[in-house]
């Protein structure tokens, strides 16, 4: 066969076989299928430092610090295999916290294939922090010390994506497919990172940009904000409605309003400006047409972790992933309640203001994905009536239906190592398929087809090797 004829290898039967541990991490099979390939991939982390620069202390001293990263990535990857990467932001009011907050969650998703970060960035160390940090009492800080914390965190972040991207090879990392997300201060850093512009932020600190210039990263495809909020709505631009954004937050948030309230309303709204949660950052994001998904913990209060929903949202937040960012679904505007066993305090103890429970956001709600974790048995597309072939034009895949092929209807679905679908039909009768494949780029493919009346699926390997 020439060379300018498309060449395909196929694997053999017991090639076929070890699909599962060479196929990408999740794929799309119908409205509300995702499947998982695998949970329990191998995985090593390291801890890196991404960032050398000057912090001056609260007696005006300057000092030099490094600043770290921990890095989490499967080890059974193929050496040019490329996953997304997922940065979480740990919270503290930017008074506190630390990048091992989101250690056992970036363990997680490493072991689901992704690659994860957890970053560490400057914190407020004014004295008012400091005394709000010792005692635990988040009333006393300054908001002005919080805001330009708040912005130099996005700085420190960005800093650390772009380090990332550059060791993207070291990693196994897409460079061009980054999730941010992170709880409270974090992922409020998260949602400025995905829809925060440097003249949006000067609008309300306008010494911030020239105290430090702000340089956004690259590649953000996604956003996971858990019980987070945004200055204002409509700096979410609808040129920004390719991020996809899922929010996790709980009606009983007395630090971050669900709504539209004052950040900290259990230290009376004093000094603290309102800023919109959750609920109307959805609002916003189905006003642009951009995709969404709201997790509603109804009686849930900012602690996420508490309570069973943070538990709870972890497969939803892994199948709106996948479904957003591996299949390139459009049109993802969902909503789903969570509620605990027993109602959660709005305040902690020591607040003594007391706060107002929101109402639940007035969106439909949804059924939760279905995550299927693994797949059937491979065998072989002949076996189930098909066959997969090139044709002897340049630049076609031919998949046809044999004598035996009478179970319908049929998907046929091909995605690339990354997951992305580049080739999806539904067959309600045994029709022959001729596949242009010339805008595909050199590379391993996956045919998978799925017998809807039976529930079985056949995978088959193909490489365009031109």
């Known amino acids: 066969m ?10 053999s039967y017991n090639f076929l076989f070890s699909y599962h541990n060479l196929m990408a991490q999740g794929s799309c099979v119908d409205d509300n299928t995702v499947i998982v390939d695998n949970l329990e991939h191998q995985t090593a982390f390291e801890t890196l430092i991404y960032k050398t620069t000057i912090v001056t202390n609260v ?37 506190g916290g630390s990048l091992t907050d989101f250690s056992a969650l970036a363990q997680e998703t490493a072991q689901a294939g992704f690659i994860a970060a957890t970053v560490d960035y400057r914190l407020c160390v004014t004295s008012d922090c400091l005394f709000a940090g010792a005692t635990s009492y988040p009333c006393s800080v300054e908001w002005g010390n919080l ?28 460079s061009q497919n980054i999730i941010v997300g992170g709880h409270s201060a974090g992922a409020l850093t998260a949602l400025n990172l995905a829809y925060t512009d440097a003249d949006e932020i000067a609008s309300v600190c306008p010494t911030c940009p020239l105290a430090e210039p702000y340089v956004p990263a690259n590649g953000i495809r996604a956003c996971m904000p858990l019980s987070g909020a945004i200055y204002y709505t409509d700096w979410i631009d609808p040129d920004e409605s390719n991020v996809s954004t899922i929010l996790v937050h709980g009606t009983h948030d007395g630090v971050v309003p669900y709504d539209h309230d004052y950040i900290a309303e259990c230290c009376s709204g004093e000094p603290f400006p309102r800023m919109y949660g959750a609920c109307p ?32 949202a972890k497969p939803e937040l892994l199948a709106f992933i996948i479904k957003t960012t591996l299949c390139n679904e459009n049109n993802v505007q969902r909503h789903l309640i969570y509620t605990p066993p027993t109602p959660q305090a709005l305040c902690p103890p020591e607040a003594i203001f007391s706060a107002i429970p929101a109402t639940t956001c007035n969106l439909p709600t949804n059924d939760p994905y279905n995550l299927q974790v693994g797949i059937d048995t491979p065998i072989t597309p002949t076996a189930m009536g098909w066959q997969v072939r090139p044709t002897l034009v340049d630049q076609f895949l031919l998949i046809s239906p044999l004598l035996n092929s009478s179970n319908m209807p049929y998907t046929i679905q091909i995605s690339n190592t990354i997951g992305q679908i580049v080739y999806q039909q539904y067959l309600s009768n045994a029709t022959e398929l001729n596949i242009a494949t010339s805008n595909w780029t050199k590379g391993c493919y996956w045919v998978t087809i799925i017998n809807h009346q039976t529930g079985t699926r056949a995978v088959q390997k193909i490489i365009k090797a031109s």
């Open 2 to 11: 020439k060379n300018s004829i498309l060449l395909y290898l196929f694997l």
């Open 281 to 312: 950052i959805v609002e916003r994001l189905e006003s642009i047409g951009a995709n969404y998904e709201l997790i509603t913990g109804e009686n849930c209060s900012h602690d996420v972790f508490i309570g069973g929903f943070l538990e709870a």
């Open 147 to 174: 805001l330009f914390r708040a912005y130099t965190a996005m700085i420190d972040v960005s800093d650390a994506i772009r380090f990332l991207q550059n060791k993207e090879d070291d990693y196994h990392i897409d």
């Open 59 to 95: 007696l005006g001293i300057p000092t030099t610090v490094n600043i770290p990263l921990q890095v989490y990535y499967p080890t059974d990857l193929a050496p040019d295999e490329k996953r997304p990467l997922v940065v979480y932001i740990h919270g503290g009011f930017f008074i």
